[in-house]
């Protein structure tokens, strides 16, 4: 349901960049001109990208404000620990012999080999 849903705002979103870009600016927009009657005059058409960028625009505003309420409330997924690294009992260090130094630290980050000194 969710990845319908990311779907169809990615839909909406294409639409929406369309519609503006298809829209007459200051500077001319990308389309030419209209026909000269019907919806597609240059009044019409401008009426009718008007209305379709606002009727976008808050379907994408909905779409979003419900995406964010169902990733909210999604069950945690678990994260997937086949490639944690695991040390076996045979890999830790023996004991040390009796020299009166410390033993040398075993990182964890190094897979269980002592450090050398």
Do not use: H, Y
């Amino acid at each position: 349901m969710f990845t319908f849903l990311l779907v169809v705002q990615a839909i909406i979103a294409a639409a929406l960049v369309t519609v503006i870009l298809m829209q007459r600016s200051e500077g001319g927009g990308l389309t030419s001109s209209g026909s000269p009657s019907g919806l597609m005059s240059a009044r019409g058409a401008a009426d009718f990208l008007t209305r379709a960028t606002s009727v976008l625009a808050s379907a994408f505003v909905l779409m979003s404000i419900l995406l964010a309420f169902l990733a909210a409330n999604r069950s945690a997924v678990s994260v997937d620990t086949s490639l944690q690294r695991k040390v076996p009992a045979a890999a830790a260090p023996a004991a040390q012999p009796a020299t009166g130094q410390p033993p040398a630290t075993v990182p964890a980050d190094n897979g269980g080999v002592p450090l050398a000194r």
